[in-house]
């Protein structure tokens, strides 16, 4: 059984390919902006470039544009394949990796937003249950809200530095740690916006 993993989130580009929950070829780069041009390429480059019996994207929240491209790139690759597709959050991936070192209590996660907000969402010491629903809050808001003493993703320096107190662990989700959350419940390939999206396609134009 083998699984591709697409995480196009956040400013990291993270594809790997998965041979019974083990990967077997991957891909992990903070790129920025710079996904569109190098997401096919990076799957093209893992063994049999990348087919695989199943595809799990990352449906964010996090970047508008990221997400999309990601999700799109799923699609068309299990239309192309035949294979089912399914989704996993941003912050649950994130979550399942800091608990591996987090050292007790929830474990806040912040992922860097766009207007000034994060998005941030809580879990407990396991990494695997959700505590809290994923929010948008601006980081000065958030920075008076927020108590715990480490936070974790790409939003967490930003808060620390605003909240003048506590520690910050960047974290972006890797692909290759998918199996730290295979057993979690699949999500629809659809994209977790967190907020309202900063611009529309012509569908979700018409429909509005």
């Given at each position: 059984?083998?699984?591709?993993?697409?995480?196009?989130?956040?400013?990291?580009?993270?594809?790997?390919?998965?041979e019974?929950g083990?990967?077997?070829?991957?891909?992990?780069?903070?790129?920025?902006?710079?996904?569109a041009?190098?997401?096919?390429?990076?799957?093209?480059?893992l063994p049999d470039?990348?087919?695989?019996?199943?595809i799990?994207?990352?449906?964010?929240?996090?970047?508008?544009?990221?997400?999309?491209?990601?999700?799109?790139?799923a699609?068309?690759l299990?239309?192309?394949?035949s294979?089912p597709?399914?989704?996993?959050?941003?912050?649950?991936?994130?979550?399942?990796?800091?608990?591996?070192?987090?050292?007790?209590?929830?474990?806040?996660?912040?992922?860097?937003?766009?207007?000034?907000?994060?998005?941030?969402?809580?879990?407990?010491?396991?990494?695997?249950?959700?505590?809290?629903?994923?929010?948008?809050?601006?980081?000065?808001?958030?920075a008076?809200?927020m108590?715990?003493?480490?936070?974790?993703?790409?939003?967490?320096e930003?808060?620390?530095?605003?909240?003048?107190?506590?520690?910050?662990?960047?974290?972006?989700?890797n692909?290759a740690?998918?199996?730290?959350?295979?057993?979690l419940?699949?999500?629809?390939?659809?994209?977790?916006?967190?907020?309202?999206?900063?611009?529309?396609?012509?569908?979700e134009?018409?429909?509005?």
């Amino acid at each position: 059984m083998r699984l591709l993993v697409i995480d196009t989130a956040t400013q990291a580009l993270s594809v790997a390919l998965l041979e019974d929950g083990a990967p077997i070829g991957q891909f992990h780069e903070v790129v920025g902006r710079g996904h569109a041009e190098a997401l096919l390429p990076a799957i093209a480059a893992l063994p049999d470039g990348g087919k695989a019996d199943a595809i799990a994207v990352d449906v964010g929240p996090g970047s508008f544009t990221g997400v999309r491209i990601g999700i799109a790139a799923a699609r068309a690759l299990a239309l192309a394949w035949s294979v089912p597709l399914h989704g996993y959050s941003t912050p649950s991936l994130i979550a399942a990796m800091a608990a591996r070192q987090h050292e007790g209590g929830p474990i806040a996660v912040t992922i860097t937003g766009g207007h000034g907000e994060l998005f941030w969402q809580c879990f407990d010491a396991d990494g695997r249950t959700a505590i809290s629903a994923v929010t948008s809050t601006p980081i000065a808001a958030l920075a008076q809200q927020m108590e715990a003493e480490t936070y974790y993703g790409t939003g967490a320096e930003a808060l620390v530095t605003a909240r003048g107190a506590g520690m910050a662990v960047s974290l972006y989700p890797n692909a290759a740690h998918y199996p730290l959350i295979a057993n979690l419940p699949p999500l629809p390939p659809s994209p977790i916006y967190g907020r309202g999206a900063d611009a529309k396609t012509m569908a979700e134009r018409a429909a509005s």
